[in-house]
C-alpha cells in the first residue's frame, strides 16, 4: 500500500479524506488504474462511526478497489447542505489526483451507512445542483459518483423518517421547503447512478421503508439497482462479523454477505475483473 497521508479538506482538519492506495505491480495488470470506493460512516449526523470507517474501506481494498475515508462535518456544523459540500470537495481531491493515486476517475463508488447513507444517497440526487457545487467550489463532472452502496440509509422525512438524522441536517434552517429537500426519494432522477441497497426488516432505528422508498424512486426513473433486505438483524451492523463487531447482536452471517455482494457488483459494473489475453509469464520476467 502506498505511503498516503490524510488529506484536510478543512484548515483546521475537522473535515479530512484518508486514503488507502493499493501499490502497483506488472504481475496485476489492473493495478494501473483501479475503481475506487468512498466510505462515509454512519453517526446521525452528530458523530462518525469507527467501525463503519476503516474496516469497511480494508474489506474493499483486499477486493482491489482504492479506497477513502471521508471524515465529514457533524454537530454543529452538520446543517445541511454542508456535509454534501464536504463530499463534494473530496471526489475533487479524488479526481485531481487520480493519476498520483493509480485511480480511475470513472469508476468512483460510494458507500453510506445510517446518516451516511443519507450524505451518500445526497450526492446522488444532487451532483449536478447549481447551487450546492457553487457553494463546495467543484463542477458538476467532479462531484459526479459512478455508483451508490447504501447500508440501512437515512432516506426520508416523512413518516418513516428517523427523526435525529433529519432534525440536525435542517437544524438552523427556516425555509419551508427544506423538509422536502431532505426527502432523497423525492429527488430522484435519470441523473441518480446505478445503486446497491441493504438492510434488515427489523431496523427497530432506520425502517426499512427508507430503503423501499429509494428503491421504488429508482425503479420509477429507469435506473438499475440491487436490493437485499434480510429479516433479522439490528441497526449499524456494518461489516457484520467479528470484525466489526462488538456483541452478538452484530455479528450478523447474513447481513455480512452485503460486502461480498457489493464487491462483485461493483466489478461487473466497472469491468474490473481478470484480462484473459493477459501474459503473466512476460510480466514475471520483466520484474525480474
Not at 39 to 67: K, W
Request: charged share 20%.
Amino acid at each position: 500500500m502506498l505511503d498516503t497521508k490524510r488529506v484536510n479538506i478543512t484548515a483546521d482538519g475537522r473535515v479530512s479524506l484518508s486514503p488507502y492506495i493499493l501499490d502497483k505491480s506488472p504481475e496485476m495488470p489492473l493495478s494501473d488504474l483501479r475503481p475506487a470506493v468512498v466510505v462515509i460512516p454512519g453517526g446521525g449526523y452528530q458523530a462518525l462511526s469507527d467501525r463503519e470507517g476503516e474496516p469497511i474501506a480494508m474489506a474493499f481494498a483486499a477486493m482491489g478497489f482504492n479506497t477513502f475515508v471521508l471524515r465529514y462535518s457533524i454537530g454543529e456544523y452538520a446543517a445541511f447542505p454542508n456535509p454534501l459540500v464536504d463530499l463534494m470537495k473530496a471526489m475533487k481531491i479524488i479526481h485531481d489526483r487520480a493519476a498520483e493515486w493509480n485511480t480511475n476517475p470513472d469508476k468512483i463508488s460510494v458507500v453510506g451507512f445510517s446518516a451516511g447513507g443519507h450524505l451518500v444517497a445526497s450526492l446522488g440526487v444532487y451532483w449536478n445542483n447549481e447551487e450546492i457545487l457553487k457553494t463546495a467550489g467543484v463542477k458538476a463532472e467532479e462531484a459526479k459518483p459512478n455508483a451508490l452502496i447504501l447500508c440501512y440509509p437515512v432516506i426520508t422525512s416523512g413518516n418513516k423518517k428517523e427523526p435525529g438524522t433529519i432534525a440536525t441536517a435542517a437544524k438552523g434552517h427556516e425555509e419551508p421547503d427544506i423538509f422536502d429537500k431532505l426527502s432523497l426519494e423525492k429527488h430522484v432522477g435519470p441523473h441518480t447512478p446505478p445503486c446497491y441497497i441493504c438492510h434488515t426488516f427489523f431496523d427497530s432505528v432506520v425502517p426499512v421503508e427508507n430503503s423501499l422508498l429509494f428503491a421504488n424512486a429508482l425503479a420509477a426513473n429507469n435506473v438499475a439497482f440491487e436490493l437485499h433486505i434480510t429479516q433479522d438483524g439490528v441497526h449499524g451492523l456494518a461489516l457484520g462479523d467479528h470484525v466489526t463487531s462488538i456483541g452478538p447482536l452484530l455479528h450478523n452471517k447474513e447481513f455480512s454477505a452485503w460486502v461480498k455482494g457489493s464487491g462483485e457488483w461493483m466489478k461487473k459494473l466497472f469491468e474490473f475483473r481478470c484480462l484473459p489475453d493477459y501474459d503473466y509469464e512476460t510480466a514475471i520476467r520483466r520484474k525480474r
